[in-house]
């Protein structure tokens, strides 16, 4: 798939001149922090860049006009074990380019990623690999006017700004849904980490919902936590969720960290898994490869998403695309040992 792409200039003082209706020098003055600008002024000027999405070019002198051998990769999370996969791949991926990662993290918050992609940005990097199709107003103009190579990765459901290499989570989330009904799962719980701010595990949920409601089944409870994944907060919500819900007879986790710590906590607690409960989880971790119950998961195609965006930033893509490329991979179920079998 692709679309036509626009040819843009990258941004310049005078643009920001323009826009605020001072002149150039002043708006160096006001992006430089230095001189004597009024406050009003430095607002007017400050919010017209951001408006317009100028980022200042940090790189003197001789080197202004050019660009540094940098590939800005920004990530929600370095804790969360989905990302250094991505991060390995996009490196292998860069070595014989030339091009060299440098990684910013966001913590799922859309105001740190507006101060990381500036940061950044300023540099002049040869291309941006950035997390999600959700940004702010600010990180958009930002990102549409680089004038360089943006790959947005990990999430196919949503308007791209450039290029974009993932998956669909709403349709990972009905594919769950449908293996789970199959199975004869009927009163089924949703766990899920980092909600709402995780886009993409609130779009799993979303296909999730989707999925039961034509086998008209409701989602039976949900148990959120707004802080990261780990073993002992997925043993922790599994419980919470199952005093309060004895009669469950799945669990679907957001991720397989805390899906793993559910299943831990099953067996301790001598629950049969998976005839009197199931469980599943997400991201397909090889980390919980040596547990003696394998956790039923879902490939998240994370290698190859890595590879796939370094290739168009080192424009090396199959398709000989230089940008506007989208690339969509298909997941695939893992049953583990934690779904009945048919």
């Known amino acids: 798939m692709s679309r036509p792409i626009e040819t843009r200039r990258p941004l310049t003082l005078r643009d920001v001149s323009e826009a605020s209706g001072v002149s150039e020098m002043t708006v160096s003055r006001v992006l430089r922090n230095r001189g004597d600008v009024s406050d009003a002024t430095r607002e007017k000027v400050l919010q017209a860049a951001k408006a317009l999405g100028y980022v200042p070019n940090k790189i003197a002198g001789a080197l202004a006009s050019q660009r540094v051998n940098l ?20 490196s292998d991926e860069l070595e014989d380019t030339g091009l060299q990662p440098v990684v910013g993290v966001t913590n799922y918050s859309p105001e740190k990623e507006e101060q990381v992609l500036y940061e950044m940005l300023s540099w002049r990097p040869s291309g941006v690999i950035i997390a999600g199709v959700e940004h702010t107003p600010a990180s958009r103009a ?68 989707e999925g039961l409601a034509k086998a008209g089944i409701e989602l039976a409870d949900t148990e959120f936590y707004a802080g990261g994944s780990a073993l002992a907060k997925g043993r922790e919500m599994t419980e919470t969720m199952l005093k309060r819900s004895p009669d469950l007879d799945f669990l679907y986790y957001s991720n397989d960290m805390i899906g793993a710590g559910g299943l831990l906590w099953c067996l301790d607690n001598g629950i049969d898994v998976p005839n009197k409960m199931g469980l599943a989880g997400f991201n397909g971790l090889e980390l919980l490869d040596g547990l003696s119950v394998r956790l039923a998961t879902m490939n998240a195609c994370r290698a190859e998403i890595g590879r796939k965006a370094a290739r168009i930033i080192s424009g090396r893509s199959q398709s000989g695309m230089i940008g506007g490329e989208v690339i969509e991979l298909e997941p695939t179920l893992d049953p583990g040992d934690t779904i009945r079998k048919r």
Do not use: C, W
């Open 142 to 209: 930002m990102l549409q006017n680089a004038g360089i190579p943006v790959v947005e990765i990990m999430d196919v459901d949503g308007e791209g700004i450039d290029s974009v290499v993932g998956i669909s989570h709403r349709r990972a989330g009905l594919h769950m849904a449908e293996a789970i009904i199959a199975a004869g799962y009927r009163k089924i719980g949703f766990l899920g980490t980092k909600m709402p701010e995780d886009h993409r595990a609130r779009k799993r949920l979303e296909g999730f919902k």
């Open 71 to 90: 590939v800005a990769v920004i990530i929600p999370s370095l804790s969360n074990l989905v990302f250094p996969k991505v991060l390995s791949s996009v």
